[in-house]
């Protein structure tokens, strides 16, 4: 009986470290959605920004060619 007693301890010894692992990695995930999302809207404020700074059918010098092409 103590075989049984020492491996059930060992067994909810790793199930609590996995909890711990598991909610680490929640904590990670969701912290890197977080910065996805801040990271999408600043992409989509400069794409704003860059389209409301350039003239109707002018390029960004981004977009041309450079001068030895």
């Known amino acids: 009986m103590e075989a049984s007693a020492r ?3 060992r067994i909810e010894e790793r199930y609590t470290q996995l909890e711990h692992h598991v909610a680490e990695q929640d904590r990670v995930i969701l ?3 977080e910065k996805i999302d801040r990271l999408a809207r600043e992409v989509e404020r400069l794409r ?3 389209a ?3 003239a109707p059918g002018e390029f960004p010098p981004a977009d041309e060619r450079p001068p030895h092409y």
């Open 31 to 33: 912290g890197l959605a």
């Open 48 to 50: 704003s920004e860059r």
């Open 7 to 9: 491996r059930l301890t």
């Open 52 to 54: 409301e700074t350039s």
